[in-house]
């Protein structure tokens, strides 16, 4: 079954540190670009972060400042989201989402992705 599936999220404090896991499954790990996005309350669906599961490229949105990191690993057929010195406006769902790698590295547009896990919930309190 092709499917995604997020874990690691919760409550932190700030400064504190989460990783977030997407579990990607065999039919959909293969020459993929899997990204993390994020969607705060009120607020429209953002990129995060993305890699591929050939090259292992990665690509960031300029505004992180680099506190978030994305990692993969083979075995697991998994992508963490390393986020670092958590702060308030990082409270958000954090989704990951699968798209066709078809160049050398992946983009964070929304658009170019087509298989989405159902989220996990990151909430940060002072």
């Known amino acids: 079954q092709d499917q995604l599936m997020e874990s690691g999220g919760g409550s932190v404090q700030t400064r504190g540190f989460l ?3 997407c579990e990607v499954s065999a039919s ?5 670009c899997v990204a993390w ?3 705060a309350p009120g607020k429209e669906r953002e990129g995060v972060a ?10 960031y949105a300029d505004y992180l400042k ?3 990191t994305i990692t993969r690993s083979d075995a697991r057929r998994s992508v963490d989201l390393h986020i670092k010195d958590l702060k308030t406006e990082d409270t958000a ?3 990951c989402a699968r798209g066709q790698l078809r160049g050398r ?22």
């Open 28 to 32: 959909l790990y293969a020459d993929s």
């Open 93 to 95: 769902k954090y989704y």
């Open 37 to 39: 996005f994020r969607q």
């Open 50 to 59: 993305a890699t591929d599961t050939y090259f292992g490229s990665k690509s």
């Open 105 to 126: 590295d992946c983009s964070i547009a929304q658009t170019d992705y087509n298989v989405w896990g159902q989220g996990t919930q990151v909430t940060v309190s002072s």
């Open 19 to 21: 990783k977030l896991s």
């Open 66 to 68: 680099g506190r978030f």
